[in-house]
């Protein structure tokens, strides 16, 4: 099998760098994590320091939008009553592709990805997988680049 057929697995291409936080720290935490990250995006987690269990996301939109724009105190509320608990979890054994289209189907643009025990390993974006969509299309450009070039040289 060729390198180009082999798929790029959600292990493979999901960041590990993950940015979480407790369901029960405060709005104010999940906003200074953002900021000192430069994210916009994370993952809410419960259990033991050394398993976190993904349990929902905080994105700075949902900051914005339940809260800011409804005018609630930041300080009334914690992370677990304006995260999104509805999450998407990715398997790292699952390929790309397939991911894509279970979040397209959720439609969700990021998804933590768990361990066999659903412990939080990653995050895979779709600005991940765009990027990789970008480096194959790159790799096809200069693959038609070369062939016309080899062409070129055979008929001179």
């Known amino acids: 099998m060729h390198d180009a057929e082999v798929e790029v697995l959600v292990g493979e291409a999901c960041n590990r760098e993950v940015v979480f936080i407790d369901k029960t720290d405060s709005i104010r935490d999940a906003a200074g994590l953002m900021r000192q990250h430069h994210v916009g995006t994370v ?17 700075d939109r949902d900051i914005t939008i339940e809260l800011i724009a409804q005018d609630i105190d930041i300080d009334s509320v914690t992370v677990a009553d304006v995260m999104s ?5 990715l ?27 659903g412990g939080l390993i990653g995050i895979l974006a779709l600005d991940d997988i765009l990027e990789l969509i970008a480096e194959q299309l790159l790799d096809v ?11 070129e040289r055979i008929r001179r």
């Open 43 to 59: 993952i809410v987690t419960a259990g033991p320091e050394g398993e976190r269990t993904p349990v929902g996301i905080l994105t």
């Open 85 to 89: 608990g509805d999450l998407l979890r």
């Open 91 to 117: 398997n790292p054994d699952e390929g790309i592709m397939e991911a894509l289209q279970l979040m397209k189907g959720q439609g969700v643009r990021r998804a933590p990805v768990i361990n066999e025990n």
């Open 141 to 151: 450009v200069t693959l038609q680049n070369r062939a016309h070039l080899k062409e």
